[in-house]
């Protein structure tokens, strides 16, 4: 019998009631990001963010060599979507305590999915 030993984990964090002001600036939530990754001990390659327009949300990747972080922001409802999946010693879950420490958010709701 094998043991099932996950190539990766995938957390998935909701983030309510965040301050508007801190979701719609492109510059600030690429910084959260790579700060997370420093955070997690992953290593960035490439980025992309997104920002909407004034008083409007950021869609954001960051590629690292462990896989990826993810951010969709909506100031308008103080919600943020973020995806964080590492393979290798990276520590996703280190990557979202930043994220959280950052946002302030009343409320998180935090999922796991044991990949590959």
């Known amino acids: 019998m094998s043991v099932f030993l996950p190539r990766g ?43 909407f327009g004034p008083g409007l949300g950021v869609t954001g990747v960051l590629l690292l060599k462990e896989s990826h972080i993810s951010i969709h922001t909506w100031p308008e409802h103080g919600f943020a979507a ?17 994220i959280s420490a950052a946002l302030a958010a009343g409320s998180v709701a935090l999922r796991e999915i044991a990949r590959g």
């Open 82 to 98: 973020v995806d964080v999946f590492m393979c290798g010693a990276a520590r996703p879950d280190k990557a979202v305590e930043a």
């Open 9 to 51: 984990r995938h957390l998935l964090a909701d983030f309510h009631g965040v301050a508007a002001g801190r979701l719609g600036d492109a510059v600030a939530i690429e910084a959260l990001l790579r700060a997370a990754a420093d955070a997690a001990g992953a290593t960035p390659v490439a980025g992309h963010f997104h920002p």
